[in-house]
């Protein structure tokens, strides 16, 4: 086997391996019950499967503009990511639609009481 070989079965293997990420990440966003599970498939899942994928590209592309631009793109994704899964989770919780029970630690229940007084 030759090196462009093995690097086309690399590519091959890590695009197969992100694709089935950011596919158990919409199958998690259509079968978990509640909004933390949801966010976390929506999250966790996606964001790595991108990167796998965004390594893939950049190995089959081969040249340096294209892997800097997949580069932003990585670092975009995981700079929003967290941040848009935080900020869902906290209004999810002030709307009422987590189950308040389930939580192991509730960090928020002081300042929402305060809020509604």
Known sequence: MTGDQMIDLAVLILILIGALLCLSAAVGLLRFRDV?????????????????????????????????????????????????AHMVGRQAYRNGTIDEESLLVDELKNAKETASE
Request: hydrophobic share 60%.
């Open 36 to 84: 933390p599970s949801r966010l976390h498939a929506a999250t966790k899942p996606q964001v790595l499967g991108l990167l796998l994928i965004c390594i893939a590209i950049a190995l089959s592309a081969r040249s340096i503009p294209a892997t800097a631009m997949l580069a932003a793109i990585v670092v975009v994704q995981f700079a929003t990511a967290p941040l848009s």
